[in-house]
Each structure stands twice: as C-alpha cells, then as structure tokens.
C-alpha cells in the first residue's frame, strides 16, 4: 500500500505541474490593471525566476505601480534553480540549489542597471545581486499552506498564480479564509465542485475575462505526455480546459446579456425531476420568462449578478428519479435533471450539469 500511495503522488505531482505561457497570462491581466496599483502582489505556487507570472509582474513593476512583489517556490517543483546559475548567487545560494531548497524572493523597486535604456531579468537579477531586492531560503518546504507562506498571503493583498489543479480546492479555502483578492487559474471541471460553486452562486467568486469556451495550453515537464500535446519552438505544451477565477471586478462581469426569445411553453421542456425549465444553449434564455431555468455551465460566462440570480444547480437540486418516474425508464446515476423524450433508449434522458437560474428583470410577456 505505501507503495502505491508513493506512486499516486508522484502521478498527481505531475498531473499539477502545468507551467502557463507569458501570453496568455497578458491578455488575462491587461483586464485587471486598475486594481494593482499601489498593492502588495503573491505569487506562492511557482519558482520566481521560472514562472511567467513572477516575470509578467517584476518586469511590468513601474508600469502597474506595484508597492511589492512576493514570489515563493516548493521543495517538489521539478524547475526549482534550473536558471539560477545564470543570476550569480552568493555561495549559500549555490549550496541551496544543491539540496534544492525552497526560498522566496521579495522585489520593492525594478530599474534599468546596465544603462541600456530598458529594463530586463538581467536587471532584476542585478538588484538581487546588489541587495536592492530580497532573495532569502525559507525555513520549510514553500508548500502554500506552511506557516511562512501563510505570513506572506497575510502581507498580501492580491494573488495570482496558476495553483496544483489536485489541492485546487483546498488552494481556495485557504484564500477564503484570509479573506483575499486573487486571479487564479483552475480546471472548468472546478465549476461544479462541491466547495467552489457555493462561492459561485453566491457571487463571492466569478470567471475571468477569458472565455470559457476556448483551452489554455501548458508548459509541461519531461515525463506527461497527452494526445493534445503539441512542440513550438522546442518547447512542448499540453491542452487543458482552464479558465480563470476571480473575485475582483472586471468589466466583463456588468454586461447585460441581449435576449431575443421568448418564452412558449411548446418550444421549452420541463425537468421531470424538478419544477424549471431546460434551456439548452445560453443564446436560448427567453426575455420574459420569471421562472427558474436550467441552462448549461457555459452560462457563467455571460453571467451578470444584476441580471440574473443562481438558484442553485442540477447536482443538488433535482430530485431522485425513483421518486417521479418507473424504474427502466431512465438512466439511472448522479444527481441531474432528466427531460423526456419521443425517441431513444428510455423514455426520460439524463443532461450534463445544470445551473438554475432566475431573470431578475424579466420583459412582460406580449
């Protein structure tokens, strides 16, 4: 058995080492610029000097106006020093990379040091070299729930990073708990987790401003292999259905949604295990409906908390089969809502994920 669990967590150390490419953390981030000013940004789940966050952040410093810049790595991450040679680290740090210890860095002030007329990593490693900016071992192993990183997402008053997808649950609590503004990266699957869509429905989490229904391709370590992945520019990347979750203000998050149907009675089914109806498409949601409606995840995406109210979703709301229908004429399994249909192996057919959801303002009926 010790077996095994080692061998388990070895795989589930892999399946979380996704390393997320500098463009795609640019064209999330230019949609949150106003809110960095002046703040003290944590980037606790990535090497500093390998993780693209680390550099979006230390190399746009002036720019956005940070006061402070806090990064952390583990004593796991396979990339821990892997560049760290090319900085001239005093002879403890060399030590340090040896045993593969773990350390933070802490950045207050980015400047141009060699007179070039810009600002790069060279310059950055230069204010470390001279003292102008910390580098400093931790006295654990920088997982994010230790007590020294914990001090630091106290200090903190924004995070943002790309969290272990296996502890993703466990990641937020955490933010919850010490009260946070993040931007964090998770699994679409994450939607519908018992922990994270409480904090969904009650609008103290939402999506960010990519949409939902593209991928982000990863950065991965020798060893993972997916049938998506492709190589550019001899650098392999990997397809995983992410998006970004947030709970500071974006514009996206006030857009009224334009609706052009309305509601027939004929054209929209209704759940045979719970009183709502089913709308399949987001595009579908009738203007004049005031009843509860059950529309796909992919809703979350326009979804405008001064529009619409989250009900709840399929997996707590619907009720057992057993109960409203003959056994044999469903497919029996997990919590869903179940519609019925002319044509197909049973006469009631199971759907994905629901979320029920309530028109705020609905149009009068005509």
Same mark, same amino acid.
């Given at each position: 058995?010790?077996?095994?669990?080692? &061998?388990?967590?070895?795989?589930? /150390?892999k399946q979380d080492e996704f390393y997320t490419q500098i463009t795609d953390i640019e064209k999330e981030l230019r949609h949150y610029r106003k809110h960095f000013a002046g703040k003290t940004i944590l980037c606790n789940c990535d090497d500093p000097f390998e993780s693209n966050f680390f550099k979006y952040f230390v190399l746009n410093f002036n720019r956005l106006g940070l006061a402070k810049l806090i990064a952390t790595c583990y004593a796991g991450s396979p990339i821990v020093y892997t560049q760290m040679n090319l900085f001239g680290e005093p002879e403890?740090?060399?030590?340090?990379?040896?045993?593969?210890?773990?350390?933070?860095?802490?950045?207050?002030?980015?400047?141009?040091?060699?007179?070039?007329?810009?600002?790069?990593? &060279?310059?950055?490693?230069? $204010?470390?070299?001279?003292?102008?900016? /910390? $580098?400093?071992?931790? !006295?654990?192993?920088g997982d994010f729930r230790s007590p020294e990183c914990l001090a630091l997402l106290d !200090?903190?008053?924004?995070?943002?990073?790309?969290?272990?997808?296996?502890?993703?649950?466990?990641?937020?609590?955490?933010?919850?708990?010490?009260?946070?503004?993040?931007?964090?990266?998770?699994?679409?699957?994450?939607?519908?987790?018992? !922990?994270?869509?409480?904090?969904?429905?009650?609008? &103290?989490?939402?999506?960010?401003?990519?949409?939902?229904?593209?991928?982000?391709?990863?950065?991965?370590?020798?060893?993972?292999?997916?049938?998506?992945?492709?190589?550019?520019d001899g650098i392999k990347l990997t397809e995983v259905p992410c998006c970004w979750f947030t709970n500071l203000d974006i514009k996206k998050r006030h857009e009224q949604m334009i609706l052009v149907k309305r509601y027939d009675p004929?054209?929209? $089914?209704?759940?045979?295990?719970?009183? /709502?109806?089913?709308?399949?498409?987001?595009?579908?949601?009738?203007?004049d409906y005031a009843g509860l409606m059950g529309v796909p995840i992919t809703f979350l995406d326009k979804y405008n908390p001064d529009q619409f109210e989250i009900v709840g979703s399929s997996k707590d709301l619907g009720k057992p089969m057993k109960d409203v229908a003959e056994k044999g004429t469903y497919l029996a399994g997990g919590p869903r809502f179940y519609i019925k249909q002319k044509n197909g192996d049973y006469l009631y057919k199971r759907l994905y994920d629901r979320i029920v959801i309530r028109n705020l303002h609905p149009e009068e009926a005509k």
């Amino acid at each position: 058995m010790a077996g095994n669990k080692s &061998l388990n967590a070895a795989a589930a /150390a892999k399946q979380d080492e996704f390393y997320t490419q500098i463009t795609d953390i640019e064209k999330e981030l230019r949609h949150y610029r106003k809110h960095f000013a002046g703040k003290t940004i944590l980037c606790n789940c990535d090497d500093p000097f390998e993780s693209n966050f680390f550099k979006y952040f230390v190399l746009n410093f002036n720019r956005l106006g940070l006061a402070k810049l806090i990064a952390t790595c583990y004593a796991g991450s396979p990339i821990v020093y892997t560049q760290m040679n090319l900085f001239g680290e005093p002879e403890e740090v060399v030590q340090a990379e040896r045993e593969k210890k773990p350390y933070k860095v802490e950045v207050t002030q980015v400047y141009d040091t060699s007179g070039d007329g810009g600002v790069d990593m &060279l310059d950055v490693a230069e $204010l470390f070299r001279t003292g102008k900016n /910390a $580098l400093k071992l931790l !006295e654990g192993d920088g997982d994010f729930r230790s007590p020294e990183c914990l001090a630091l997402l106290d !200090e903190a008053d924004i995070v943002v990073t790309n969290p272990p997808f296996s502890l993703f649950r466990e990641y937020v609590a955490t933010l919850m708990a010490y009260n946070k503004k993040f931007i964090i990266i998770g699994n679409k699957n994450a939607i519908t987790y018992k !922990e994270i869509f409480p904090l969904l429905q009650g609008n &103290l989490m939402w999506l960010g401003a990519k949409p939902m229904g593209g991928s982000l391709w990863f950065q991965t370590p020798d060893g993972f292999s997916k049938k998506s992945d492709k190589v550019v520019d001899g650098i392999k990347l990997t397809e995983v259905p992410c998006c970004w979750f947030t709970n500071l203000d974006i514009k996206k998050r006030h857009e009224q949604m334009i609706l052009v149907k309305r509601y027939d009675p004929d054209a929209y $089914l209704r759940y045979a295990n719970f009183d /709502a109806i089913e709308v399949s498409a987001t595009a579908d949601i009738p203007c004049d409906y005031a009843g509860l409606m059950g529309v796909p995840i992919t809703f979350l995406d326009k979804y405008n908390p001064d529009q619409f109210e989250i009900v709840g979703s399929s997996k707590d709301l619907g009720k057992p089969m057993k109960d409203v229908a003959e056994k044999g004429t469903y497919l029996a399994g997990g919590p869903r809502f179940y519609i019925k249909q002319k044509n197909g192996d049973y006469l009631y057919k199971r759907l994905y994920d629901r979320i029920v959801i309530r028109n705020l303002h609905p149009e009068e009926a005509k």
